[in-house]
């Protein structure tokens, strides 16, 4: 069978990326990493016949959430060690030829008409997965969790919204009137100076006192 | 047919490794991390089982799991970014400031 061929290849790829997570520098390195080991998990869970997690686990984990993930990280603006010159140009040589062999694969494909899984739709329909089967129950017997489920992403967007505003932007909410900035008549008639931006401040006291 | 052992010790692994990397490392975000590998850790063990028992339960509570790990990165990046705001640094033994 091909299938414990491909969870112990999947399982390899897992639980290299895993631990890469953990023991890799550089926060954005992690994040990759973190991405790739769940697509290696949705691999798994493909060929433990839970077709349908391993889409939701691509569509969820390794899109929406590690999206938020790196989204953060970049926001932060984390410093990080800086590459040295030898290791950028091995990496992007690297970078050329992994390039260059997918390329060389893709047109090795579609110069020989390959095409993925059976051909003959029947078939690939009733071997489609278990989306109908989970949807049945998630349904009937699921149905209150599956409601109170949107009630925990209602409760968890409106608090992240609330937490994540900066305090300025709460305590600004009743929108104070903007005081009446006293120009000082000196500051226009006075003669043209030779800093500008010193003027202001330095006519500033005179003015109020 | 894979034997039910196998993902088992790929989910004690996986949730191993994410407990210490909430143990070991620092940044709050890779401690965020390690919580995901975890949660995916029992969702795998939940799904080996819905195998073995020839059962969707196991399936539907991965996807509640999934659920609630959306809405816990969600919230708990909200305060991440809320802690980088106060203190410029997301690293947790900064932020020490109710420690005894």
Known sequence: MIAPILFAAFAGILVVSSLLV????????SALFLVAAFCALAG?????HAEFLGMVQIIVYAGAIMVLFLFVIMYMNLKHDIETGVQIAVRRGLGWIAGGVMTAEAVLL?????????????????????????GQVLY???LFPFEITSMVLLVAMVGAILISKSPREMKSQPVAPPKPVAVPMATVIAPAPIAPATVPVTHAPEASA | MIPLAWPLLLSAFLFTVGVIGVLVRRNAIVIFMSVELMLNAANLAFVAFAR?????????????VMTVAAAEV???????????RLRESVMVDEANLLKG
């Open chain 1, 44 to 48: 798994i869970y493909l060929t433990l």
């Open chain 1, 22 to 29: 953990i023991l890799h520098r550089n926060p954005v390195a």
């Open chain 2, 52 to 64: 073995q028992m020839n059962s969707i339960d196991g399936q539907v509570f991965v996807f509640f």
């Open chain 1, 140 to 142: 009937s017997r699921y």
């Open chain 2, 74 to 84: 969600a919230v708990g990046l909200a305060i991440i970014v809320n802690l980088f």
């Open chain 1, 110 to 134: 579609v110069s020989r008409n390959w095409s993925v899984g059976p051909t003959a739709l029947p078939e690939a329909i009733a071997a489609s997965g278990n989306t109908q089967a989970v």
